[in-house]
């Protein structure tokens, strides 16, 4: 039986939610008023595959693995090909643990998301707007492809130092307006999803791109060059949202990945990567996009290319991603990187970014992440601090005292903070 509401809200988007508990429905339909999506609940397969033949406008799926006429997964393909910009995600039992059924969900149902019951009403509030950002990130892309005209002579992708991060981009002055409103509309769309979905990887392409961006001005490459480095590395990781960071750490040593399928994943990221870039036109972005794990002994993945294959391009890129990282786990990431010269990196790349360190020009601020719990007086945040739906509380830059962090509590009990917190790492 279909479950819905009023027609004076048909016109906005659904979520088709799959249980054959009526219970279980309810409970999920109470727990979900407060989001944007209108509820369309159904117990069986086959009722579901009608909703999808006659609903508009289905944004996200919720779907239970076991149903009276089939599995969850069966049904989420089936949406897949009626619906692909819908988000799915499947809830699942005791079941979860069977390793076959995670590798079926992500092979034949692409799911954005496990969601293992019992779950919290804040695990499943948090899942389904998280889900919901994924499918608009969608939908506005979609539109911004169908006007993407870039004239390369005359549009570069960032401007002047506005490419310091997404947010300067958006906040640029009217009169250098040097990135079509196309383009820099996807980025910042783009950007805006990962940082409220997948914080840690947000910091970590910003970070990545301010260092490849000033490796570029250390070796003086052109600025269209300078900026295209800048967008793949962004770009470079945005496969990588929304999975474990301990699965992320595991980027230079696949084999502490136990699982094959997750192994496979990040071995192919560098791929999925460039394939989800492939809306901008520049051949030289996807190029470093794919190969940022690649390395001048063909040690690296998933091709195994070395040698000539390696531009100065895809090597700035690379030598930034790796700094980043090291430094976030190594005292001395500088030497780390010039043990590696010879077999991974190429020189000048190297060369550069030691002259840029070493010369004290290039300042690179690390952060520390923190529950709300552990905030202090004198922390300065190094990243705003959001609610759930988004609103803003506390911008990037402010340093906290005790006045604040007392508002910052009383505001959780009303409007939840679940964000990871990030400070200056020197404060």
């Known amino acids: 039986m279909l479950e819905s509401v009023s027609s004076s809200v048909q016109k906005k988007r659904k979520l088709l939610v799959l249980e054959d508990d009526p219970h279980i429905r309810g409970l999920i ?23 999808l033949q006659g609903q508009p406008d289905i944004a ?59 779950f919290s009403q804040e695990d499943l509030v948090n899942s389904v707007r998280q889900a919901l ?27 002047g130092d506005a490419v310091l991060a997404v947010e300067d981009i958006r906040d640029s002055g009217v009169g250098e307006r040097l990135l079509s409103h196309a383009v820099r509309d996807a980025v910042h769309l783009c950007f805006e999803v990962v940082r409220r ?26 600025r269209e060059t300078r900026e295209k480095i800048g967008l793949a590395s962004m770009l470079h ?3 990588l949202v929304g999975l474990p960071e301990s699965l992320k750490n595991c980027q230079r040593d696949l084999e502490k990945i ?68 090291a430094a976030s786990n190594d005292q001395d990431a500088l030497q780390n990187v010039e043990t590696r010269a010879s077999s991974f990196f190429r020189s000048d790349a190297v060369r550069a970014l030691t002259r840029l360190l070493r010369k004290g020009e290039f300042q690179f601020h690390h952060e520390r992440v923190l529950l709300l719990a552990e905030i202090e007086p004198g922390m300065r945040l190094s990243t705003g601090i959001y609610t759930t739906t ?10 906290l005292s005790e006045s604040l962090i007392q508002k910052l509590h009383q505001h959780n009990e009303q409007n939840t903070i679940t964000q990871m917190i990030f400070v ?4």
């Open 258 to 325: 136990e699982s094959p399928v997750e192994r496979r994943k990040m071995e192919e990221h560098p791929n999925t990567s460039a394939e989800m870039a492939k809306i901008f036109p520049f051949p030289e972005v996807i190029d470093a996009i794919a190969n940022h794990h690649e390395y001048l002994d063909a040690s690296g993945y998933p091709r195994g290319h070395g040698g000539e294959k390696i531009s100065l391009f895809n090597s700035i890129v690379s030598v930034a991603d790796y700094y980043d990282e």
């Open 29 to 51: 339909r109470a727990s979900l008023e407060g989001v944007e999506l209108v509820f369309v609940g159904v117990p069986t397969c086959a009722e579901a595959r009608l909703v």
């Open 237 to 239: 990781d945005i496969s």
């Open 197 to 222: 979905v997948d914080l840690p990887l947000y910091k970590h392409s910003l970070r990545v791109a301010r260092l490849g961006m000033a490796l570029a001005d250390e070796i003086g490459l052109e």
């Open 390 to 399: 988004g609103m803003l509380v506390l911008k990037e830059g402010q340093v």
């Open 133 to 159: 950002e994924i499918y608009n990130l969608r939908s506005v892309n979609a539109k911004l492809l169908s006007k993407l005209t870039i004239d390369k002579a005359q549009t570069p992708l960032f401007g």
């Open 424 to 427: 200056e790492a020197d404060k």
């Open 60 to 118: 996200v799926i919720l779907s239970d693995y076991r149903l009276p006429d089939g599995t969850g997964v069966d049904f989420l393909e089936y949406a897949k090909l009626q619906y692909p910009s819908a988000t799915r995600i499947l809830m699942t039992g005791a079941h979860f643990e069977d390793q076959n059924i995670v590798v079926e969900g992500v092979n034949k149902g692409e799911i954005f998301r496990f969601l293992p019951k019992p």
